[in-house]
């Protein structure tokens, strides 16, 4: 069992109210806006999820432990990226799965990658690389990661390596389920 520690006064059902109680919360002026509140209540919960992990992130670095901490945070994203495969494909050969995937990708992972590796310092921007070329195949910052405004060279990397994980493992999914087909029905 795990142990956790809660910091700021934060404790489970501290107010008494359940989780569903929890999201009609009133503003000063006495109206309900649930919306604006939960969106808030979760950004700040994101916002506190980067920051622990990066203080986490920075201590190991101090430490000498950079590539052990890039790689814990690394193996953790494509745990989840290979569980959404997954569970968006699953059994259903009918349907495209890659754009809801890609979206996934830019909603989740990237939003938080950006969010860490600023708290990290490691936004470089995408304009100054280090050679100071740039391939014409490359895509524009702006359409490459939509809700950013110029990504970062790390986090244009990031998202080509979560793609290209979701492509080989939904690749690896489709083909193990295609073998499984030809086993049930040789002929």
């Known amino acids: 069992m795990v142990d956790v520690e809660f910091t700021d006064d934060v404790s489970p059902n501290k107010d008494g109210m359940d989780l569903d109680e929890k999201g009609k919360v009133c503003n000063k002026d006495g109206e ?20 622990n992990i ?22 953790a994203i494509f745990l989840l990226l290979k569980a959404k495969v997954y569970n968006v494909a699953g059994d259903d ?10 979206s996934w990708i830019q909603a989740v992972p990237l939003q938080f990658l950006h969010a860490l ?22 895509p524009q910052p702006s359409s490459f990661c939509p809700g950013i405004d110029t ?11 979560l793609e290209y994980f979701a492509y080989e493992t939904l690749q690896d999914l489709r083909i193990a389920k295609l073998f499984e087909i030809i086993v049930d029905y040789p002929e």
Request: hydrophobic residues 35%; aromatic residues 10%; contains cysteine.
């Open 32 to 51: 309900m806006d649930v919306d604006e509140c939960y969106s808030d209540r979760r950004f700040s919960e994101n916002s506190r999820l980067v920051k």
């Open 54 to 75: 990066g203080k986490v992130v920075l201590d190991l670095k101090s430490l000498g432990f950079t590539s052990m901490a890039d790689d814990a945070y690394a193996s």
């Open 93 to 102: 050969f009918r349907s495209s799965v890659l754009q809801s995937i890609q």
């Open 117 to 138: 590796l600023v708290y990290l310092g490691d936004s470089v921007s995408y304009e100054s690389t280090s050679s100071g070329l740039k391939s014409p195949l490359a």
């Open 151 to 161: 990504p970062s060279e790390g986090l244009v990397r990031w998202k080509l390596r």
